[in-house]
Protein backbone atom coordinates (compact mmCIF):
# COMPACT_ATOMS: atom_id res chain seq x y z
CA UNK A 1 0.00 0.00 0.00
CA UNK A 2 2.43 2.44 0.63
CA UNK A 3 4.82 1.64 -2.36
CA UNK A 4 1.36 2.60 -4.57
CA UNK A 5 1.13 5.81 -2.41
CA UNK A 6 4.93 6.92 -2.99
CA UNK A 7 4.37 5.62 -6.54
CA UNK A 8 1.20 8.25 -7.36
CA UNK A 9 2.41 11.29 -5.52
CA UNK A 10 5.63 11.18 -8.08
CA UNK A 11 2.93 10.82 -10.50
CA UNK A 12 1.40 13.67 -9.49
CA UNK A 13 4.68 15.63 -8.73
CA UNK A 14 5.73 14.56 -11.97
CA UNK A 15 2.43 16.10 -13.52
CA UNK A 16 2.30 19.13 -11.25
CA UNK A 17 6.34 20.22 -11.53
CA UNK A 18 6.07 21.93 -15.37
CA UNK A 19 2.77 23.83 -14.69
CA UNK A 20 4.52 25.00 -11.13
CA UNK A 21 8.07 26.04 -13.17
CA UNK A 22 5.81 27.76 -15.74
CA UNK A 23 3.67 29.70 -12.75
CA UNK A 24 6.60 32.28 -12.14
CA UNK A 25 5.05 35.76 -11.27
CA UNK A 26 6.36 39.11 -12.70
CA UNK A 27 5.59 40.96 -9.68
CA UNK A 28 8.36 40.44 -7.11
CA UNK A 29 6.88 42.59 -4.59
CA UNK A 30 3.23 43.74 -4.10
CA UNK A 31 3.07 46.17 -1.19
CA UNK A 32 0.18 48.23 -3.07
CA UNK A 33 -1.04 45.76 -5.57
CA UNK A 34 -4.62 44.17 -5.61
CA UNK A 35 -4.53 40.52 -6.87
CA UNK A 36 -6.45 41.80 -10.43
CA UNK A 37 -3.26 44.03 -10.84
CA UNK A 38 -0.78 41.10 -10.52
CA UNK A 39 -3.25 39.10 -12.63
CA UNK A 40 -3.36 41.17 -15.76
CA UNK A 41 0.42 42.42 -15.10
CA UNK A 42 1.59 38.44 -15.02
CA UNK A 43 -0.40 37.70 -18.65
CA UNK A 44 1.71 40.96 -20.09
CA UNK A 45 4.67 39.73 -18.36
CA UNK A 46 4.05 36.15 -20.05
CA UNK A 47 3.13 37.44 -23.34
CA UNK A 48 5.93 39.64 -23.87
CA UNK A 49 8.41 37.05 -22.80
CA UNK A 50 7.17 34.64 -25.12
CA UNK A 51 7.27 36.93 -28.33
CA UNK A 52 10.83 39.36 -27.09
CA UNK A 53 12.44 37.12 -24.76
CA UNK A 54 12.41 40.10 -22.30
CA UNK A 55 11.44 39.93 -18.87
CA UNK A 56 9.20 42.96 -17.13
CA UNK A 57 9.34 42.66 -13.68
CA UNK A 58 7.22 44.69 -10.86
CA UNK A 59 8.11 45.70 -7.29
CA UNK A 60 5.86 48.10 -5.42
CA UNK A 61 6.59 48.64 -1.90
CA UNK A 62 5.32 51.06 1.07
CA UNK A 63 9.22 51.79 2.58
CA UNK A 64 9.26 55.48 3.00
CA UNK A 65 12.83 55.57 1.42
CA UNK A 66 14.65 58.82 1.91
CA UNK A 67 15.41 61.82 -0.16
CA UNK A 68 17.63 60.87 -3.00
CA UNK A 69 17.42 56.88 -2.12
CA UNK A 70 19.35 54.68 -4.48
CA UNK A 71 16.62 52.66 -6.09
CA UNK A 72 19.60 51.22 -8.26
CA UNK A 73 21.05 49.75 -5.34
CA UNK A 74 17.94 48.79 -3.75
CA UNK A 75 17.21 46.64 -6.61
CA UNK A 76 20.23 44.39 -5.98
CA UNK A 77 18.17 42.48 -3.86
CA UNK A 78 15.77 41.46 -6.17
CA UNK A 79 18.57 40.08 -8.66
CA UNK A 80 18.30 36.70 -7.22
CA UNK A 81 14.85 36.55 -8.48
CA UNK A 82 15.60 38.18 -11.71
CA UNK A 83 16.42 36.91 -15.37
CA UNK A 84 18.21 38.48 -17.41
CA UNK A 85 17.82 40.21 -19.73
CA UNK A 86 14.99 42.41 -17.86
CA UNK A 87 13.52 45.39 -16.93
CA UNK A 88 12.36 46.28 -13.33
CA UNK A 89 9.62 48.92 -12.75
CA UNK A 90 9.94 49.72 -8.99
CA UNK A 91 6.54 51.94 -8.32
CA UNK A 92 7.52 53.41 -4.36
CA UNK A 93 4.66 55.89 -3.25
CA UNK A 94 5.74 56.47 0.25
CA UNK A 95 9.51 57.42 -0.99
CA UNK A 96 10.39 60.85 -0.15
CA UNK A 97 10.94 63.46 -2.99
CA UNK A 98 11.73 66.58 -1.15
CA UNK A 99 12.00 67.89 2.67
CA UNK A 100 10.39 71.11 2.34
CA UNK A 101 7.53 69.98 0.47
CA UNK A 102 7.35 66.47 2.15
CA UNK A 103 5.92 65.62 -1.52
CA UNK A 104 6.08 61.24 -2.00
CA UNK A 105 6.29 58.94 -4.47
CA UNK A 106 8.81 57.93 -6.76
CA UNK A 107 9.43 55.51 -9.85
CA UNK A 108 12.24 53.55 -10.81
CA UNK A 109 13.01 51.80 -14.49
CA UNK A 110 15.96 49.80 -14.17
CA UNK A 111 17.32 47.82 -16.87
CA UNK A 112 19.77 44.50 -16.76
CA UNK A 113 21.50 46.11 -19.92
CA UNK A 114 22.21 49.29 -22.10
CA UNK A 115 20.85 47.86 -24.55
CA UNK A 116 17.60 46.85 -22.72
CA UNK A 117 17.73 50.48 -22.34
CA UNK A 118 16.76 51.40 -26.00
CA UNK A 119 14.27 49.49 -26.01
CA UNK A 120 12.03 51.39 -24.33
CA UNK A 121 10.97 55.64 -23.10
CA UNK A 122 11.76 56.04 -19.83
CA UNK A 123 9.47 59.30 -19.84
CA UNK A 124 6.33 57.31 -21.51
CA UNK A 125 6.51 54.65 -19.09
CA UNK A 126 6.87 56.40 -16.62
CA UNK A 127 4.15 59.34 -17.48
CA UNK A 128 1.89 56.42 -18.46
CA UNK A 129 1.64 55.71 -14.22
CA UNK A 130 1.92 58.95 -13.25
CA UNK A 131 -0.76 60.33 -14.75
CA UNK A 132 -3.34 57.70 -13.60
CA UNK A 133 -2.09 58.15 -10.12
CA UNK A 134 -2.15 61.57 -9.97
CA UNK A 135 -5.32 62.56 -11.31
CA UNK A 136 -7.85 63.91 -9.33
CA UNK A 137 -11.03 61.87 -9.33
CA UNK A 138 -13.25 59.85 -7.71
CA UNK A 139 -11.05 56.67 -7.18
CA UNK A 140 -9.32 55.81 -4.25
CA UNK A 141 -5.86 56.42 -3.63
CA UNK A 142 -5.44 52.79 -3.71
CA UNK A 143 -7.28 52.46 -7.13
CA UNK A 144 -5.41 54.98 -9.05
CA UNK A 145 -2.00 53.20 -7.69
CA UNK A 146 -2.76 49.80 -9.11
CA UNK A 147 -4.27 51.17 -12.28
CA UNK A 148 -1.35 53.19 -12.49
CA UNK A 149 1.58 50.47 -11.90
CA UNK A 150 -0.65 48.21 -14.72
CA UNK A 151 -0.64 51.34 -16.90
CA UNK A 152 2.79 51.76 -17.13
CA UNK A 153 3.53 48.10 -16.92
CA UNK A 154 1.12 47.98 -20.29
CA UNK A 155 3.00 50.83 -21.81
CA UNK A 156 6.69 49.07 -20.97
CA UNK A 157 5.17 46.09 -22.53
CA UNK A 158 4.56 48.27 -25.38
CA UNK A 159 7.62 50.12 -26.39
CA UNK A 160 9.53 46.89 -26.11
CA UNK A 161 7.36 45.09 -28.55
CA UNK A 162 7.54 47.75 -30.96
CA UNK A 163 11.26 47.53 -30.68
CA UNK A 164 11.37 43.97 -31.33
CA UNK A 165 8.51 44.28 -34.11
CA UNK A 166 6.15 42.17 -32.78
CA UNK A 167 2.11 43.32 -31.39
CA UNK A 168 0.64 42.63 -27.87
CA UNK A 169 -2.63 41.46 -27.29
CA UNK A 170 -2.82 41.97 -23.65
CA UNK A 171 -1.97 45.18 -23.26
CA UNK A 172 -4.03 48.31 -22.23
CA UNK A 173 -4.80 51.03 -24.64
CA UNK A 174 -3.08 54.22 -23.11
CA UNK A 175 -5.99 56.69 -23.40
CA UNK A 176 -3.72 59.83 -22.45
CA UNK A 177 -0.77 58.84 -25.24
CA UNK A 178 -3.69 58.51 -28.08
CA UNK A 179 -5.06 61.76 -27.24
CA UNK A 180 -1.61 63.47 -27.44
CA UNK A 181 -1.07 62.04 -30.54
CA UNK A 182 -4.39 63.03 -31.93
CA UNK A 183 -3.61 66.70 -30.27
CA UNK A 184 -0.40 66.35 -32.50
CA UNK A 185 -1.71 65.66 -35.53
CA UNK A 186 -4.20 68.56 -35.17
CA UNK A 187 -1.53 71.16 -34.33
CA UNK A 188 0.41 70.03 -37.17
CA UNK A 189 -2.55 70.79 -39.40
CA UNK A 190 -3.47 73.92 -38.44
CA UNK A 191 0.28 75.31 -38.64
CA UNK A 192 0.26 73.91 -42.38
CA UNK A 193 -2.94 75.81 -42.82
CA UNK A 194 -1.67 78.96 -41.34
CA UNK A 195 1.44 78.94 -43.22
CA UNK A 196 -0.68 78.17 -46.10
CA UNK A 197 -2.97 81.01 -45.49
CA UNK A 198 -0.81 83.81 -44.62
CA UNK A 199 3.10 82.67 -46.29
CA UNK A 200 2.42 80.56 -48.94
CA UNK A 201 -0.81 81.89 -50.55
CA UNK A 202 -0.33 85.50 -50.31
CA UNK A 203 3.53 84.42 -52.18
CA UNK A 204 1.25 82.50 -54.82
CA UNK A 205 -1.28 85.50 -55.38
CA UNK A 206 1.54 87.82 -55.90
CA UNK A 207 3.37 85.63 -58.77
CA UNK A 208 0.04 85.19 -60.30
Excluded at 151 to 166: C, F
Aim: aromatic share 8%; proline share 4%.
Amino acid sequence: MLGIFKSRKAILLAFLLPLLLNASSFVLKDDTLKPEAIELIDKMGNELLTKTMINAYVVTTNEAFPVGFNLVQHSEIYHPKMTAPYVLYIFAPNALITEKSESTGRVGIIPSAEEVTELYDYSDVRDAGLNVITVKDKNTKEDKENIGVVQAYSELADNIADAKNVEMETTIPNDTRMIISVLRVILVIGLILVTWIYVVRPIFMRKK
